[in-house]
C-alpha cells in the first residue's frame, strides 16, 4: 500500500505546483502620447507640413499561455487626430485623422529578470487627410493591411518594482513602409500573486511611408507617453 501512496503523493504534489503556477496571463496598458511631427506630402499635393504638439491615445492588449509552440496574441492600438500648417512660404493645412491597430502573433524567448519576445503579425492602418492651400482642397482616405515583423526587449531590476522595455515594430507591403519604436520605465506600486499595476514613462517614434497609385505621402510622429499597466 506505502508504494503505491508514494507516488500518488508525488503526483499529487505536482499538480498542486502547476495549478498555482502563473501559467496564462493577460497584460493590458493604456497611454497618453504627446507628440509632434510632420507631414511630407508629394502627391495629390505637394508641401511640407509640421504636426505641432498634439496628444492621442495608444493601447495594448496581450494574452499569454503555456501551450508548446502555440504563439502568444497581441493588439496594439493608436488613434491621432491633428491638424498641421506650413509656416514657411505659402499658407496650406494638413487635417490628419489617423488608426493603427497591430495584430501580433509572438514567443517568448526568455522570461526571467531578463526577457524577450519576437513575432510577425498585421497592421491595418486607416488615415483620412485632408489637404489644402490657397488654391485647392483634396481630401484622400489610406487604408490597408502591412505584413509586420515585432520584437521587444525587457529587464527587471529585482526587488524594487522597477523594469524597463523596448519594443520595435516594422513592416513592409509593396511601395509602404511602417516603422514604429518605442522604449519605456515601469514602476510596478502594487505587486501581489493575482495582479501587478504600474505606471510608465517612455518615447515612441513611428513613421509610415505610403505610396499607392495617386498618393504619396509621408507620416512621422514622435514624443513622450505617460500610462498605466495592469498584469493579471
Do not use: C
Request: hydrophobic share 40%; charged share 20%.
Amino acid at each position: 500500500m506505502k508504494s503505491i501512496q508514494l507516488p500518488l503523493f508525488i503526483a499529487a504534489l505536482g499538480l498542486s505546483s502547476l495549478a498555482q503556477a502563473d501559467f496564462i496571463g493577460l497584460t493590458g496598458d493604456v497611454s497618453y502620447w504627446s507628440y509632434d511631427g510632420k507631414i511630407e506630402n508629394t502627391k495629390p499635393l505637394s508641401g511640407n507640413n509640421d504636426i505641432d504638439r498634439d496628444n492621442g491615445i495608444q493601447a495594448s492588449l496581450a494574452f499569454e499561455h503555456p501551450v508548446p509552440f502555440l504563439p502568444n496574441v497581441k493588439i496594439k492600438y493608436t488613434n491621432i487626430d491633428s491638424t498641421t500648417d506650413n509656416h514657411a512660404g505659402a499658407f496650406s493645412s494638413d487635417k490628419v485623422e489617423f488608426t493603427n491597430t497591430d495584430y501580433i502573433l509572438y514567443y517568448e524567448i526568455l522570461d526571467n529578470i531578463v526577457s524577450a519576445d519576437i513575432g510577425f503579425g498585421l497592421a491595418n492602418i486607416n488615415s483620412d487627410i485632408k489637404q489644402y492651400d490657397a488654391l485647392q482642397y483634396v481630401n484622400y482616405t489610406m487604408s490597408g493591411n502591412l505584413p509586420i515583423a515585432y520584437a521587444s526587449i525587457g529587464g527587471k531590476l529585482p526587488f524594487t518594482g522597477l523594469s524597463t522595455k523596448g519594443e520595435m515594430i516594422l513592416g513592409r507591403n509593396g511601395d509602404s513602409k511602417l516603422t514604429d519604436v518605442q522604449a519605456e520605465l515601469q514602476y510596478n506600486f502594487v505587486q501581489s500573486l493575482l495582479l501587478d499595476v504600474g505606471a510608465k514613462v517612455g518615447y515612441r517614434y513611428m513613421n509610415i511611408d505610403a505610396d499607392k497609385d495617386d498618393i504619396k505621402y509621408k507620416l512621422d510622429f514622435k514624443g513622450p507617453y505617460i500610462g498605466l499597466n495592469a498584469h493579471f
